[in-house]
């Protein structure tokens, strides 16, 4: 990408993995808390890193950034994780420019998710943009992209309809219980955590079960207090976990701690209990399963399940590529704009000195020298001339690259790369 004057790096890269390859537990040695990722970036800085995003969710952990070479953003990950170069190299992808920009566009409008349209991904690519523009770690391409990316995922949402239905993982779970559990109305429900998973399943419970016996448990109490008054249901003490869970009938994990919450020495109820786990890492241990009246579900299979929306969203996807397509090219044209940016800055200063010369030598031959008019005349010469240059440069009937070499040769420009 170093031709487009974007970076002091060469290459822009994707690197990550996904549920495409990796199972839960392996996009459980790669996941990023809060203080993970904060702990990355800055380590990014000081290996002189200048552009980075950095996105952690249960389906996939990816890096977007430039670099010499992928292994640097590799290490990076590896460094603040509990997962290994060999476990990466296993699972992982590598995208490099053009491949790297084609696989945000895909991954942030929903085209790459493991439900078809499912658009939370987008919210958090904003707010890790968001984060690493806070910490000086967003360069101007990958703002933009970002920018045009978020851009097309609204007119994929809005012109086609690839999310029509209420298809997501919190959604997904719900439908579960629906189509297993019989007279799920009337089941004890406990929900453990209530982060943005856990909020979603919350509300999808109340919509769809029409039950109203549903109780929230938080590490922090108030936060479960916050959407259990949105919703009228019940809170308890997380000191009570084990109590609840033996008064339940269907218990959902949605929690994001780094270690199973749950296994078999809380549970003492004898009674059916369907253990719903949404947490990556997984959260609950999978030795709940040798107790007889256990059944315990991860997102990952909770995912795999396809009814007639996910079908009938697929005849979407042609018209979301169009508009991708469609939006690419258009960053694609601001991009080539970079590569002639820095002469045209050059050019404009060459010309400023051509007019600060020429204004020193009128200024000394006339007494009633007009300074102030003077000055004002040049400057709007100087954009005229600038702007000619930039539109021919802009046409694509003309090679950009020897349009460049000649403006520098009979300019005599050494334009100076902006970084």
Not at 1 to 17: E, T, W
Not at 81 to 99: C, L, R
Not at 164 to 183: E, H, K, M, P, R
Not at 363 to 377: G, L, P, S, Y
């Amino acid at each position: 990408m170093q031709k487009y004057n974007i970076s002091r790096s060469n290459y822009f890269y994707a690197i990550g993995l996904s549920y495409k390859k990796a199972d839960a537990d392996i996009r459980g040695h790669f996941s990023l808390d809060d203080a993970s990722k904060l702990n990355l970036l800055n380590q990014a800085k000081e290996n002189g890193i200048e552009s980075l995003v950095v996105t952690s969710t249960c389906n996939r952990t990816e890096i977007y950034g430039f670099a010499q070479h992928p292994f640097q953003l590799i290490q990076l990950l590896c460094d603040n994780t509990t997962g290994t170069v060999e476990e990466f190299q296993e699972v992982a992808y590598i995208y490099k420019n053009n491949d790297a920009i084609a696989h945000m566009f895909r991954v942030g409008s929903g085209l790459d998710s493991q439900i078809l349209g499912d658009f939370e991904i987008i919210s958090q690519l904003k707010t890790s943009a968001r984060i690493s523009k806070k910490h000086g770690l967003l360069n101007h391409f990958t703002e933009r992209l970002v920018n045009v990316v978020i851009q097309a995922s609204k007119r994929i949402k809005n012109e086609t309809e690839i999310s029509s239905g209420a298809t997501s993982v919190s959604f997904a779970s719900v439908q579960y219980i629906l189509n297993t559990v019989q007279d799920v109305t009337n089941k004890n429900i406990l929900l453990f955590g209530t982060g943005k998973i856990g909020r979603n399943t919350c509300e999808n419970l109340v919509k769809h079960t029409k039950n109203e016996h549903i109780t929230l448990i938080n590490r922090t109490k108030d936060k479960a207090e916050q959407i259990a008054g949105k919703f009228n249901l019940l809170v308890k003490d997380y000191a009570n976990l084990q109590e609840e869970i033996s008064h339940s009938d269907i218990l959902i994990v949605a929690t994001g701690a780094h270690r199973p919450t749950i296994d078999k020495h809380i549970i003492q109820t004898k009674k059916p209990l369907l253990i719903l786990d949404l947490s990556i890492p997984k959260n609950v241990n999978e030795d709940v399963e040798e107790l007889d009246n256990v059944s315990l579900l991860h997102l990952d299979h909770l995912s795999k399940i396809t009814d007639e929306t996910l079908e009938a969203r697929k005849a979407h996807i042609p018209l979301a590529e169009s508009i991708i397509e469609e939006v690419k090219a258009e960053f694609n044209q601001w991009l080539e704009t970079r590569k002639f940016a820095p002469t045209i800055k050059a050019l404009k200063h060459k010309l400023a000195d051509f007019a600060s010369a020429e204004l020193e030598t009128q200024r000394k031959k006339n007494a009633d020298f007009n300074e102030a008019q003077a000055e004002i005349i040049s400057n709007k010469i100087i954009q005229k001339i600038t702007n000619h240059f930039a539109h021919h440069l802009k046409d694509e009937s003309v090679s950009t690259d020897d349009s460049l070499e000649l403006i520098k040769k009979v300019f005599q420009l050494e334009p100076k790369t902006n970084v």
